[in-house]
């Protein structure tokens, strides 16, 4: 079945080690998506990248870092700058056209030892 | 700066009620506005809407928009248990611009 992986549902990081979410689609999208979701905040914007070997930042890009060497694979690098970084992190992919629907992983869980 | 804005924040009802959430937004370029819920995991794609005064149903779901006054609402007509989940709306421009969300509860 086509769909988003992310990997792992959960991930412990003790403080100034950097770790990476895995985000893999096989829907063949060309854009795909990180966001952060904390408690009553919503879904905050970390980077996206709408074609292989380009991505932008989003809102809230500082103390993580991204690739996009393959359209299939986007993964997130939480860096030890990031000194919040105890959330849950969703990846998602679209279609092109800006205005369709972005379908999403299952989640990352990340927290802090 | 595109906005967003989802009202109420958190909504508690009995089986049963009907309740209706609200989203305001404020989006250069105006394309669509999205509904997703939520429950533990992943968001779930609800609704897109373009057009004013369409209405989208899907069971006891349904949502319309308003593009005069920039808002949309989401109706959920005899509330059931597993209705109760986060409910984000959105608005594409590069990424997608979400609200925070209104977390229904339905009680039994």
């Known amino acids: 079945d086509g769909g988003i992986t992310q990997s792992p549902k959960y991930l412990f990081r003790k403080e100034g080690q950097n770790v990476t979410l895995s985000c893999e689609q096989n829907?063949?999208?060309?854009?795909m998506y990180w966001y952060r979701q904390d408690p009553g905040q919503g879904l905050r914007l970390i980077y996206y990248?709408?074609?292989?070997?380009?991505?932008q930042k989003g809102d809230i890009a500082e103390g993580y870092s991204v690739s996009r060497e393959k359209k299939e694979s986007f993964p997130l690098t939480v860096t030890s700058a990031q000194k919040n970084p105890t959330a849950f992190y969703l990846c998602?992919?679209?279609?092109?056209?800006?205005?369709?629907?972005?379908?999403f992983g299952d989640g990352t869980r990340l927290s802090i030892l | 700066e595109d906005k967003v804005v989802q009202s109420p924040l958190s909504l508690v009802v009995h089986e049963g009620d009907t309740v209706t959430l609200n989203c305001s937004y404020e989006v250069t370029n105006f394309r669509s506005l999205l509904w997703y819920k939520q429950e533990k995991k992943a968001p779930t794609f609800l609704f897109m809407l373009?057009?004013?005064?369409i209405e989208k149903k899907s069971g006891r779901l349904s949502s319309i928009l308003d593009k005069k006054e920039l808002f949309s609402i989401l109706n959920i007509t005899a509330t059931q248990t597993g209705d109760s989940a986060i409910y984000l709306c959105a608005s594409p421009g590069g990424a997608l611009n979400f609200g925070k969300g209104t977390s229904l509860l339905v009680t039994p």
């Open positions: 998602a992919s679209r279609l092109g056209g800006s205005n369709q629907p972005q379908h």
């Open positions: 829907l063949n999208h060309d854009a």
């Open positions: 373009t057009s004013s005064g």
């Open positions: 990248s709408q074609i292989v070997n380009d991505f």
